[in-house]
């Protein structure tokens, strides 16, 4: 008999326990611009990109809110470590979705093979017998570096002589079929390494894609065979708070920074004491409380989400909808909360190496990705509420 998994409580508590040396590591992450080796050895020694993986291949299964409890930990201590989790072991999510014959492919041999992704359909797709061709670049693939497989994206034509609209899927790709470009020079989360990713034209077995629509249906190949309420959880749902989470993290990572900088700091002009400057205590009191209601409110989303699947019931449009924009706006509210700490932490926060600036510039490259933007989600459901159709299907 296999030994029980750690608790989820064990699993934020490992966590925890690895920020100091994650922090450590910060400047050499963004020297490498890719996540440091010992950094990866360490989420794999703590069982943390099994999270979400099917016990059938030595997964852990646990609730969403624990893996995103454990990324937002990750991310007050190293960003990009903390993104990297996030994309690299949500897709061990997406992987129990395939079919039996792909999850064997990846984990027949070793069931802690890591697997980078590029979702946006920038490549070119043929139908092929028993298959695909497919080619193309597709860029902002986070952890690559890390990866023996990818997921790529792309949309497949309708067959031979039959009309309709192209078909949205996920293809998963080895990495003997894919190379990597070194083009990731930016602002922040510089250790990411999300480069682009090239395939020059590589044949795809059907029963390694994977529709849109069968992830927002809830109705995917690999359901019948990995039967936890974990599976039946929308893809969209899980997927777009794997790139929003980290952002939480950078808050909260930024308001520790300021409250053991401003505890100690005193004015270059006056020679005051900062902590007892009432903007001061002001700025800290509001990044408190928006930083507990972000974490609450994804907690929240999900407990009414698994509640519903084990229940059977059916997910409503409007709500699904609704989590959608809570998403985006976890990223927008974050960046709210780490500009104004940054203002109010004076000159020296400008500074190369100060947490503060590495805040900033990481949580507005977080902002960045297409998922984390809320303005289409927003239109998308105040569309809906208004009687309008909904055109999202990435929920």
């Not at 609730?63 to 690299?88: E, H, K, N, R």
């Not at 061990?92 to 980078?116: H, K, M, N, R």
């Not at 519903?308 to 959608?324: H, S, T, Y």
């Amino acid at each position: 008999m296999s030994s029980p998994g750690p608790t989820p409580a064990e699993l934020r508590a490992r966590a925890v326990a690895m920020q100091a040396a994650l922090a450590e590591r910060v400047t050499e992450a963004d020297r490498l611009r890719r996540v440091p080796d010992a950094n990866i050895a360490a989420l794999r020694d703590a069982g943390f990109f099994r999270m979400l993986q099917p016990a059938r291949w030595g997964g852990l299964e646990v609730d969403p809110q624990v893996f995103y409890d454990v990324q937002m930990t990750i991310g007050a201590a190293c960003a990009s470590t903390a993104w990297v989790l996030g994309v690299l072991g949500v897709h061990a999510w997406q992987l129990a979705l395939f079919p039996l014959a792909a999850q064997e492919e990846v984990w027949g041999e070793d069931a802690g093979t890591l697997i980078s992704s590029s979702y946006a359909p920038t490549g070119k797709v043929s139908r092929e017998p028993g298959g695909y061709l497919l080619s193309g670049r597709w860029s902002f693939s986070s952890g690559c570096d890390h990866a023996q497989w990818a997921f790529l994206g792309g949309m497949v034509p309708p067959p031979t002589g039959e009309a309709g609209p192209p078909e949205m899927r996920t293809f998963l790709v080895p990495r003997k079929d894919w190379r990597i470009e070194d083009n990731w020079h930016v602002m922040g989360l510089k250790g990411t390494g999300s480069k682009d990713v090239v395939v020059d034209g590589a044949f795809i077995p059907e029963h390694r894609t994977h529709k849109l629509v069968d992830g927002y249906k809830r109705s995917s190949p690999g359901n019948e065979i990995n039967k936890a309420p974990l599976y039946r959880l929308p893809f969209g749902q899980v997927f777009v708070r794997s790139v929003s989470t980290t952002a939480i993290g950078i808050a909260q990572g930024a308001l520790d920074a300021y409250r053991k900088n401003t505890a100690s700091r005193i004015a270059a002009s006056d020679g005051a004491k900062v902590a007892l400057d009432p903007a001061a205590q002001t700025v800290a009191a509001r990044a408190h409380g928006v930083i507990e209601d972000l974490k609450t409110q994804l907690h929240r989303n999900f407990d009414e989400m698994l509640a519903q699947v084990r229940a059977g019931e059916e997910l409503p449009l409007e709500r699904r909808l609704k989590f959608r924009v809570d998403s985006s706006m976890a990223v927008v509210r974050s960046a709210e909360v780490v500009d104004a700490l940054f203002t109010e932490s004076g000159g020296r926060a400008v500074f190369d190496g100060s947490p503060l600036q590495r805040a900033f510039l990481d949580v507005h490259t977080a902002r960045a990705h297409y998922a984390n933007n809320p303005e289409k989600p927003a239109r998308n459901l105040g569309g809906v509420l208004l009687g309008q159709k909904n055109t999202d299907y990435f929920v």
